[in-house]
């Protein structure tokens, strides 16, 4: 009876060690099994787990991290300006077309003008308007003391005093000339004509009669090319535009009042070498 028993408890035991091995070969696999072995997994299960969890990973990304297409960054090549530097020919309207070196172009110009004559734009300038056509073919009129410039043969030419002056000296500092009209209100001429008098000039001073007497003045001026701005040439001017470079403003500002009258020019001079102006390539 005692043999019986130990020979049932016997199969007993090899049944449970034989058990585990017989399910997996069934593939039914134990939690224990699969955690130490993970490339049990059937490959089936990988697309469910992904299916649960990429909604809830997308979520979580915000919104402005989310990029649909590469943003590529256009870059301009930029030119250093030199003396073989052309400006564009073409009209500039404002000074945001100069920074760029895109004026409007000459075929875009609706006149019946000679636009191979080479005083064209001494002559479409001369008039009250020009007309063009914008970017999207529509005409569109430009009051001629309201735009900035033109350039031709390759040459800057600014708007200063309802005429238009060459730029001859170009930098971060420019320097130009021109003739300037102005007009007095305030002067009489005491020898007036009167047709009442034999005499035709006759003095009178008590009348004094009014006239609007022009002249004209050759005048110097600079161009800021970081703002715009065009100012009188003298020392204030430069020193004021010189306080872009702290080194060079202090030594202009130690010199006595003379010699920053002198002066002036080498030190645009200085300034352009050290802060060289640079433009689109055309």
Not at 9 to 37: H, K
Request: aromatic content about 14%; some cysteine; charged content about 25%.
């Amino acid at each position: 009876m005692v043999k019986n028993i130990l020979m049932r408890n016997a199969g007993f035991i090899i049944l449970m060690m034989l058990g585990p091995m017989l399910m997996a070969q069934e593939g039914e696999l134990t939690p224990e099994v699969i955690s130490e072995d993970s490339s049990a997994v059937t490959p089936e299960v990988i697309p469910e787990v992904f299916l649960e969890l990429s909604p809830e990973v997308s979520s979580e990304v915000p919104i402005e991290g989310v990029v649909t297409e590469p943003m590529q960054k256009q870059e301009r090549t930029m030119v250093k300006y030199s003396h073989d530097f052309n400006f564009g020919d073409g009209i500039y309207a404002n000074f945001d077309m100069v920074l760029a070196n895109d004026p409007i172009p000459t075929a875009r110009i609706v006149t019946d003008l000679d636009m191979f004559d080479r005083a064209f734009y001494e002559k479409i300038t001369a008039g009250k308007e020009i007309v063009i056509y914008d970017e999207n073919g529509v005409k569109k009129e430009l009051k001629t003391t309201e735009i900035w410039g033109y350039g031709r043969n390759g040459i800057l030419y600014i708007n200063v005093g309802s005429a238009f002056h060459r730029i001859s000296f170009v930098g971060s500092i420019c320097h130009f000339v021109a003739n300037v009209t102005t007009y007095n209100p305030n002067y009489y001429d005491p020898y007036y004509y009167n047709p009442y008098y034999s005499n035709s000039y006759y003095y009178n001073r008590y009348s004094m009669p009014q006239s609007n007497v022009a002249s004209t003045d050759l005048r110097q001026y600079l161009l800021d090319f970081e703002t715009g701005d065009v100012m009188e040439y003298d020392a204030e001017s430069v020193e004021v535009l010189l306080m872009k470079d702290p080194e060079l403003a202090d030594e202009f500002h130690a010199l006595r009042n003379r010699k920053q009258k002198q002066m002036k020019f080498v030190f645009i001079r200085r300034f352009n070498e050290k802060h060289p102006l640079y433009f689109p390539a055309n």
